[in-house]
């Protein structure tokens, strides 16, 4: 694996991140905990592992510009922008999650959950949109 194959492994790890938290939360609505469980396990590792990935990448490439200067910029922004500050926000409210579940403090997860797993999933697809805007188009 080349450095320049770090933004598509990162793309696919969001994607995979936004699959395992809609499993998720679908497993949870049908009371399925161990699935559940599962599945958000699997959100954070792929989450953990984009971090790394992301972070080795821009630390050898560094900023990556958008390269096109029409009206997709606007949109481009108008994406990254939110995306950035919510990935950012979210990481200390996922480990709390996390630990509330842990300790088996599955009321206040659940409340904390409703306002951070649409943030989460949000980020997730989000990742997706930009690699495809800043490599793809």
């Given amino acids: 694996m080349h450095i320049t194959d770090l933004p598509t492994l990162n793309a696919i790890l969001n ?13 949870i ?3 399925n905990i161990q699935r559940h469980q599962k599945c ?3 959100a954070l590792v792929t ?16 900023s990556v510009p958008y390269p096109h200067h029409n009206w997709t910029r606007s949109v481009y922004f108008a994406i990254l922008i939110p995306h950035i ?9 996922i ?20 306002y951070v ?9 989000t990742g997706v949109v930009i ?6 188009l």
């Fill in 15 to 27: 994607g995979l991140c936004a699959l395992f938290l809609l499993l998720g939360y679908i497993q």
């Fill in 29 to 31: 609505k049908q009371g």
């Fill in 40 to 42: 958000m396990v699997g």
């Fill in 47 to 62: 989450s953990v592992f984009f971090l790394t990935s992301y972070v080795i990448y821009h630390i050898q490439v560094g």
């Fill in 85 to 93: 500050i919510l990935a950012v926000v979210n990481v200390p409210f």
């Fill in 95 to 114: 480990i709390l999650l996390v630990w509330r579940a842990l300790q088996g403090n599955f009321e206040r997860h659940k409340k904390l959950a409703r």
């Fill in 117 to 125: 797993w649409p943030s989460w999933m949000f980020v997730s697809i």
């Fill in 131 to 136: 690699y495809l805007m800043l490599y793809q």
